[in-house]
Each structure stands twice: as C-alpha cells, then as structure tokens.
C-alpha cells in the first residue's frame, strides 16, 4: 500500500458524461499527478499539481481538467467522455518535486469504462 | 520531445534462467526509476537510479544506469514465477519544472516452472 488513495475504483458511464475521479496524496506530500494507461497509448502524464498550484501539463484533452484543494487532495474532471477515454487512470504523489531523490508513489487507480 | 524505448516488449522465460530488460531514453537525464505492475493492480517502485554508474539491487533483480549511453537495464537473476509481472521504466529529464515522468512502453514478463 502507497499510501495514496483514489476513489472510485471502478467506473462505467455513457460516452457524452461527466465524471470527478478523486485522489488523497500520501500525508506530507505536495505534489500530485494524474497519469492515463491505455493499451493504445501505454502510460502517459496528465498534469501535476504542486500544493494547489498546476505545475506541468502533458497530453492532457482540453475536455479535462484537474485541481488541487487546499487540504492537499486532487480532482481529475472529465467530460463530453468519448469511447477512447476509457482507460486506468493513476494518480501519484511525491514531496516536492525537482528535488533530486523525488520518488512518485502511485495510488491503486480508477478504471473508467465509457459505453 | 522525449522518447523512451524499452526492450523486449515481451519475455517469456523459464524459472532459474538470467535475463536483461533494457531501456534506452532520448535525452539528458540522470534519474530513472523501476517500476512493476501485476494485472490490472498499481504501480510498484522497484528502483530510483539518480546518477551515472548507479547499481541498485534487490533479491534477483539488480538496476543500473549508464547515463552517458542513455541506458538502464533491469537484469534478472536465477527467475521464480512470482516476477511474472509488467516491468516499466521512467525518465525524469534534466531541466524538468516538475519531474513528470515518462514511461517506456513496459516488458512483460512471464516465468514458466
């Protein structure tokens, strides 16, 4: 166990949808990412937050968005979900990033299934 | 924009043998880092390799990193079937604002008795 917490673990919804997928980052870690795996794309980076500021953007839809709360914990916002979307989406968390030594530990991950 | 190549993409291998995963990137980086996944569970850091030369093992697994060849191997020693798993790779480049990670496209591993 990472330590990071994501909830739900599993998702079906209807293409056109809109779903919130949460992530609770390890106690004392700043920085959060969202990360996508895909059969097609493999594993890709979203976005990272740093304590509730975004830090990096990567292939990330403009139909998504993300936010960092003061109490630390992140939402991944999705919306007008297409077919392709459905994927495993990770969430991770570190201390602070570019920091050297600056592991990323990764929660247990929502399965998103868009019918 | 950075690319990161493992291979193979798949082995099957049998139980005792030796083999090495490797993992090429494209661009200036000295911190890389191991990762596992079995089926459809989390991501499980094996080794974070953080300069040129650096050599991390652990039981049958040993990582290491030669960043002047831009390249990582994970090698396996003597293998058992609880390796069977999905071994990726991950680059964090030099000069990144945060350390968003890029993954290699993962070796699947599988341990026959």
């Known amino acids: 166990d990472s330590g990071v917490t994501q909830t739900p673990k599993h998702l079906i919804t209807a293409t056109g949808q809109r779903v919130t997928l949460r992530c609770s980052p390890r106690?004392?870690?700043?920085?959060v990412y969202w990360y996508q795996q895909s059969l097609d794309q493999g594993l890709q980076f979203l976005i990272q937050y740093y304590n509730g500021e975004e830090r990096a953007k990567g292939n990330i839809l403009e139909r998504f968005s993300a936010q960092q709360f003061p109490d630390l914990h992140s939402e991944l916002n999705l919306s007008s979900l297409e077919l392709g979307d459905s994927a495993l989406y990770f969430c991770a968390s570190s201390v602070e990033p570019g920091q050297g030594y600056n592991e990323q530990f990764f929660g247990p991950g929502t399965r998103l299934t868009v019918l | 924009e950075l690319k990161v190549e493992q291979n193979p993409l798949f082995l099957s291998m049998q139980e005792g043998k030796n083999y090495t995963i490797y993992c090429n990137y494209s661009?200036?980086?000295?911190?890389l880092y191991w990762y596992r996944q079995d089926p459809g569970k989390s991501l499980e850091s094996l080794f974070v390799l953080l300069s040129n030369g650096a050599v991390k093992q652990e039981g049958r697994l040993m990582a290491s990193l030669d960043t002047k060849a831009r390249l990582s191997t994970l090698h396996i020693t003597a293998a058992v079937h609880d390796l069977s798993a999905t071994y990726f790779c991950?680059?964090?480049?030099?000069?990144?604002?945060?350390?968003?990670?890029?993954f290699g496209g993962g070796t699947r591993l599988m341990v026959k008795p």
């Open positions: 661009t200036t980086s000295d911190r």
């Open positions: 991950a680059v964090d480049p030099l000069g990144n604002a945060g350390n968003m990670l890029t």
């Open positions: 106690s004392g870690d700043l920085s």
